[in-house]
């Protein structure tokens, strides 16, 4: 479920997610949210992302808990666990699959990505911007 998906916010996800609104609203650095739910039996293929815009957090909300549901980042691997976090640069191969007989559910946050220098995090900002009024 879309909380904030570049900047596209709906009247239910303000019903729904009150509290998830307010901590994007107070952290400039989240750009985007989601609730993401891997049905028992699902497999998501490997993907990588476009551009080194974000950082990506995975945080277990209601998770298996199991070693058969898990995502690999860059032939590492991770077990979904209730209240943990999986962060990693999704510009690295990635892929998920949950082999158990539970849903597993997660809240996604894509972080903006930190720069080194002012002069590249200007750039990076700006990219940034421009991407979410492409999608918007």
Same mark, same amino acid.
């Given at each position: ?129 421009? $991407?979410? $009024?492409?999608?918007?």
């Amino acid at each position: 479920y879309m909380i904030d998906w570049f900047n596209t916010i709906d009247n239910k996800t303000i019903e729904l997610f009150p509290h998830l609104l307010n901590i994007k609203n107070k952290h400039k650095d989240i750009r985007e949210m989601f609730v993401s739910v891997l049905k028992p039996g699902a497999i998501i293929a490997p993907h990588k992302a476009p551009w080194k815009g974000v950082v990506r957090l995975l945080l277990g909300i209601e998770t298996p808990n199991d070693e058969r549901c898990t995502i690999t980042v860059d032939n590492n691997y991770h077990v979904f666990k209730d209240k943990e976090c999986i962060v990693f640069d999704d510009t690295f191969i990635h892929h998920a699959s949950n082999h158990t007989n539970k849903d597993r559910v997660v809240l996604l946050i894509n972080l903006s990505r930190e720069m080194v220098d002012n002069e590249a995090q200007i750039v990076l900002d700006k990219f940034n911007s421009m $991407s979410n $009024s492409l999608v918007s």
